[in-house]
């Protein structure tokens, strides 16, 4: 259709193609390639990039061959045209354009048209997982976030829980009991992500997001309300310099492969995750013990890079 103007042919859609990497194969050197070798007389198939972005070096040198529209969004008259209503000033202050939510009806309920009813979410992960530990959110409240800010959000808030317990129930059995049931919910919530990224069952980042973030606030303000001085209320907890805050660096690719392989051999042999590489240098030293060479000695290797040495313990 786009060659002739009539229905028939082929063509791709390639969406997200700034997560591909130059390194992998069908990557962005590859489409590079082909855009390269098309001629009038050859057109081949027609191929439509989806990006989010084309600040990358490799993706200005693939705009170059291609015909390249710059998605805004939409205005104003044309989502009141879509929704067939007055937009939500929530949505128009909070959306930053989404439309999905909108579409989805998120902002439909009353809650989310005045503006006086709700306390404005803080912007940034550490203000976000402060606004969870020490102040009152709505339950039901729908963040739309990136996965990988809710990500952050829950381990900040993870980090800090131990504090936050403390400064209210002290250092005893009953903050170590409320701690180890939260402890919990974390876990289940870190299975929720490794279901949803390894098996792609997308629904569950946000059921994911609302434990890690929405249960996690309705968990303390239950079972141990926050009362700290009139500033300390006034400002919405501690002052945000005192939230302790870890950062994370990763190489993605890696510890995402290292982490669907732990999660495998704990889940298919039973064993907990911490012992999950001692598990799989033992059955990598029965396959060499029975002939085993090659790829299954390079194999070994990668498990014992993953082992911890732990020191004995002193007398």
Known sequence: MMETGKKGG?????????????????????????????????????????????????????????????VTNADEGQVRALIGKEVPNQWKQFALGDLRPLLRGEYNEERYVDDDCQEPIPEGVVPLAKWCLYSEMDPFLTLEMENNDSNLAGLVIAENIPDRLECVKGDTREAWDLYLKMFKCIQESDYADYWAFFYQTWRLLGLSQDVKINTMNLFLNKYAPYHGSAAEKKNGGPPAGDIRYTPVLTKQSALFNAWKLLCEISDTQGVPIRLTPAALLMSANVEAANGGGGKKQDKKKKVESMLITLEPRQA
């Open 10 to 70: 082929l063509g791709v859609i390639l969406d997200e193609i700034d997560g591909l990497s130059s390194g992998e194969k069908g990557g962005l050197q590859s489409l590079l390639a082909y855009l390269r070798e098309w001629k009038p007389s050859n057109p081949g198939v027609p191929v439509i990039f989806i990006s989010n972005t084309i600040q990358q070096r490799m993706l200005q040198m693939i705009s170059r061959y291609c015909l390249t529209f710059k």
